[in-house]
């Protein structure tokens, strides 16, 4: 099965050219971000250096407050966070660690991989979540370096995915020398795909990292937003979502002063929204514009990464973008921790354990169609 892996992945690289070329017309890569995942990195001098990977934002923000607390450690000379997303890039730079960097992680091909190990020779290796790399798994247990799975999760459906190929699975988890799980769920998932060391630590996207950020509005956002309604806050939408959006809000504004603030998990695709809301004859505002805001304006559109929570403090209901589609959806906590009640579609499997707790306690509620939406939301 490895070798299957292996070929198939060598084979990927030959059109990742054309790939690379396709998805930074898109927006979803830059020339950097492909020199990078192509084993081309800056320069490190040697010492001490624990890696972090995770996937993207959400996995990466859950790590924060222990990275905080790694920078004080003088033994530690350097933290290198990788990802695979443009949007994860754009949020580390923002908090101003004075030893962390970030990087994009490698394809994952045998030459790639010995490339980035030699390269940065991490003291300590810590996948966040779902991350499984064979490629970067065998090289690393070769070099002897620890190697951890943190908040791990996995769902079912993953877990029915891998047990497919009981063997080869074992094979690549039990390479993990301690599994720091979320839940119950995957301890046993985990168990019955090789793992050894497994401990149950809770999820730590229920830690909320230290105020960094600016939170404050502009002069133009205070005199717009203040007498301003915001009917309905749409968080971490994807294709599609921001539609159930705007026909909920133009359903039910009733005054010149309600808003609807839109804040898209992929900003590559702001243009198709915002063509999506001419469509509508709804005026809108680009976050990123730092100018006089239209008295006229009905939508807000936060096209920016790490300001969502300026904004959602702004509404008492938030729509949880991810959960119209096969996706899982997104964590909801960043809009509960701001006073907001949060409504979501049925695809939330990527958080059971917090939706159901939120659905317990009456925070949040699911709705399977457009009316029911309307009567949570009023």
Excluded at 36 to 55: A, C, D, P, Q
Excluded at 176 to 186: A, G, P
Aim: proline share 3%.
């Amino acid at each position: 099965m490895l070798f299957i892996y292996r070929f198939l992945i060598n084979l990927t690289i030959i059109f990742l050219p054309i790939i690379g070329i396709y998805r930074i017309i898109k927006g979803k890569e830059n020339i950097n971000s492909i020199k990078e995942k192509f084993g081309f990195y800056t320069k490190y001098n040697k010492g001490k250096l624990i890696w972090f990977h995770g996937s993207s934002v959400g996995e990466i923000m859950s790590v924060i407050p222990l990275i905080q607390e790694l920078e004080k450690n003088k033994k530690i000379n350097k933290i290198l966070i990788t990802s695979n997303t443009l949007s994860s890039s754009k949020i580390i730079p923002k908090f101003k660690f004075k030893k962390t960097i970030h990087q994009f992680y490698p394809i994952d091909s045998n030459f790639l991989v010995k490339k980035f190990l030699n390269h940065w020779k991490p003291s300590l290796c810590i996948f966040i979540e779902s991350e499984i790399w064979p490629n970067m798994l065998y090289e690393i247990k070769k070099k002897n370096t620890p190697l951890i799975l943190l908040n791990a999760r996995i769902t079912k459906k993953s877990f029915n995915r891998w047990n497919r190929f009981k063997e080869y699975s074992k094979s690549l988890f039990n390479k993990f020398n301690i599994c720091l799980v979320q839940n119950k769920e995957t301890a046993i998932y985990l168990s019955k795909l090789g793992c050894k060391n497994i401990k149950k630590i809770g999820n730590l996207k229920l830690c909320e990292n230290k105020k960094i950020y600016d939170y404050k509005l502009n002069n133009f956002q205070k005199n717009f937003f203040k007498n301003k309604k915001v009917l309905l806050c749409g968080l971490s939408t994807h294709n599609t979502e921001e539609k159930f959006c705007i026909n909920i809000f133009k359903s039910l504004k009733k005054k010149t002063n309600e808003i609807l603030i839109l804040i898209p998990r992929h900003i590559n695709r702001v243009d198709e929204i915002i063509r999506e809301l001419n469509q509508n004859r709804l005026m809108s505002h680009k976050h990123s514009i730092k100018s006089k805001i239209n008295k006229n304006t009905k939508v807000y559109l936060v096209d920016t990464y790490g300001e969502a929570k300026k904004f959602v403090n702004l509404s008492n209901i938030v729509f949880q973008g991810g959960s119209l589609i096969p996706h899982g959806g997104q964590n909801p906590l960043e809009a509960v921790r701001e006073g907001c009640l949060v409504i979501h579609g049925p695809n939330v499997q990527n958080f059971t354990e917090i939706y159901s707790f939120l659905n317990k306690e009456k925070i949040s509620f699911e709705f399977k169609n457009i009316n029911k939406a309307k009567k949570l939301i009023f």
